[in-house]
Structures are given as structure tokens and as C-alpha cells.
């Protein structure tokens, strides 16, 4: 029964509106990653500080990851999301995918408001925003941290997301 009822609340939160989207209520699994019906969704081209990040005010230590996530949980909560999928998913079935949320693009909001950075190696569409997000100090950007690639090297977490392209079906 508990199964049945399980199937039943995921069909009427989130709708798959076909093998490339998902659409629902999103739940912020970490500052960078929504979790839709059980889909796990990396925000494409854009990456947060990590949990335990620490980020440096007038030589304070400011514990920056629960702002960040605040910032995300914010916008998830405003209205049913949708992430488009870029590529397949992982080997950890995450999938990147660019989202929205009542007519606005997650991931530029959380670079414009300077709670994310461009991620480079996967596009460049969100290099402006974090330059002006930067130049005002909003967000991260009224701290010194290091970019959340570089701490997960320092950190021994060698482990960074992938966009798995998607086979050529043969002809």
C-alpha cells in the first residue's frame, strides 16, 4: 500500500514532460543541485560553494554554504520548477540541466545575485552575470572564497560533474 501511495504523490507532483525535462516541486538538495520527484538535477553551467566552504569577510571566517542554499530553497519554493536535461545522466544518475521557476532561469539568478559562479569548462553563458554580480559584491562576492572546483581539489574530492552526451543511434 505505502508503495502505491508512493507512485500516486510522485505522479501528482512531478510530471516528466518527456525523457529531456522534469517538472514539479524541487526541493534544494545542496546549493547547486534540485531534486525533482526523485530526479536529481545538477544546475548546467553553474556551480556554489560546498558545505563546510568557508568564505572570508574582513578576516572573519563566514560560514557562506547555508546562505547559498537559502538563496536556491528561496526560488525552488516560489513555484512548480522545470530542468531541462543537458546530456544523459551520470554514473551517480544525476543529470545537469538548466531550470526554471515562474518565468525565470535558476541558474542565471543564482550567478546575478552572486550566490553561484559560471562554470566555464561547460558554458560561457554565465560569465557576464557573475562579472557584474562580482564588481557589486552581492552574494559570495562580498567574501573572498575559493572557486568550489579548487576546494574540492583541496579537499581530495576529485569527483566533478560530467555532461554525458547522449549515443548516436545508428543508422
Given at each position: 500500500?505505502?508503495?502505491?501511495?508512493?507512485?500516486?504523490?510522485?505522479?501528482?507532483t512531478?510530471?516528466?514532460?518527456?525523457?529531456?525535462?522534469?517538472?514539479?516541486?524541487?526541493?534544494?538538495?545542496?546549493?547547486?543541485?534540485?531534486?525533482?520527484?526523485?530526479?536529481?538535477?545538477?544546475?548546467y553551467g553553474?556551480e556554489?560553494?560546498?558545505?563546510?566552504?568557508?568564505c572570508v569577510i574582513?578576516?572573519?571566517?563566514?560560514d557562506c554554504?547555508?546562505?547559498?542554499l537559502?538563496?536556491?530553497?528561496?526560488?525552488v519554493?516560489?513555484?512548480?520548477?522545470?530542468?531541462?536535461?543537458?546530456?544523459e545522466p551520470?554514473?551517480?544518475?544525476?543529470?545537469?540541466?538548466v531550470?526554471?521557476?515562474?518565468?525565470?532561469?535558476?541558474?542565471l539568478?543564482?550567478?546575478?545575485?552572486?550566490?553561484?559562479?559560471?562554470?566555464?569548462?561547460?558554458?560561457?553563458?554565465?560569465?557576464p552575470?557573475?562579472?557584474?554580480?562580482?564588481?557589486?559584491?552581492?552574494?559570495?562576492?562580498?567574501?573572498?572564497?575559493?572557486?568550489?572546483?579548487?576546494?574540492?581539489?583541496?579537499?581530495?574530492?576529485?569527483?566533478?560533474?560530467?555532461?554525458?552526451?547522449?549515443?548516436?543511434t545508428?543508422?
Amino acid at each position: 500500500m505505502r508503495r502505491v501511495l508512493q507512485s500516486a504523490l510522485f505522479l501528482l507532483t512531478a510530471t516528466h514532460a518527456s525523457a529531456q525535462s522534469v517538472t514539479g516541486a524541487a526541493t534544494a538538495l545542496d546549493a547547486d543541485t534540485v531534486n525533482i520527484g526523485g530526479t536529481r538535477v545538477l544546475l548546467y553551467g553553474i556551480e556554489s560553494v560546498e558545505a563546510g566552504q568557508p568564505c572570508v569577510i574582513d578576516g572573519q571566517v563566514w560560514d557562506c554554504y547555508p546562505a547559498a542554499l537559502r538563496a536556491l530553497e528561496t526560488l525552488v519554493s516560489l513555484s512548480e520548477v522545470t530542468c531541462d536535461f543537458v546530456g544523459e545522466p551520470d554514473r551517480f544518475r544525476r543529470v545537469l540541466g538548466v531550470c526554471h521557476v515562474a518565468g525565470k532561469s535558476i541558474n542565471l539568478e543564482l550567478v546575478a545575485t552572486g550566490w553561484a559562479v559560471a562554470k566555464r569548462n561547460e558554458t560561457e553563458e554565465y560569465v557576464p552575470a557573475e562579472e557584474a554580480a562580482r564588481a557589486e559584491g552581492l552574494g559570495l562576492w562580498q567574501s573572498s572564497f575559493l572557486n568550489p572546483t579548487e576546494f574540492r581539489e583541496s579537499q581530495g574530492i576529485f569527483i566533478d560533474r560530467q555532461i554525458v552526451r547522449p549515443r548516436p543511434t545508428p543508422q
